[in-house]
Nanobody
């Protein structure tokens, strides 16, 4: 059974930084693309950043230049380094993997950017 566990969220002031982690179990981590999504209150879930098995990355326009996605295959962990955070980054952040057509989600973690 595949499980994803996110950590690293919290409350941060505008301009601050956070790093989210997502640890996977029950899966050959290195073989898959990993994605971070977020969902703000009253809005739909949106893709934030993605990293492929060959470490190719892409980002939502709203976070380019501020967020960095990375992976550590030895630790089965995907990271999201978030810098220069803005109030509009406030959301629940989810780790995701598409495993042969089945979407696997973490439980989500709250990030709140507020002074």
């Amino acid at each position: 059974q595949v499980q994803l566990v996110e950590s690293g969220g919290g409350l941060v002031q505008p301009g601050g930084s956070l790093t989210l982690s997502c640890v996977a179990s029950g899966i050959i981590f290195s073989s898959f693309t990993w994605t971070w999504y977020r969902q703000a209150p009253g809005k739909g879930r949106e893709l934030v950043a993605r990293i492929t098995a060959t470490s190719t990355t892409d980002y939502a326009n709203s976070v380019k230049g501020r967020f960095t996605i990375s992976r550590d295959n030895a630790k089965s962990t995907v990271f999201l380094q978030m810098n220069n955070l803005k109030p509009e980054d406030t959301a629940v952040y989810y780790c995701n993997c598409n495993v042969f057509g089945k979407l696997i989600w973490g439980q989500g973690i709250q990030v709140t950017v507020s002074s």
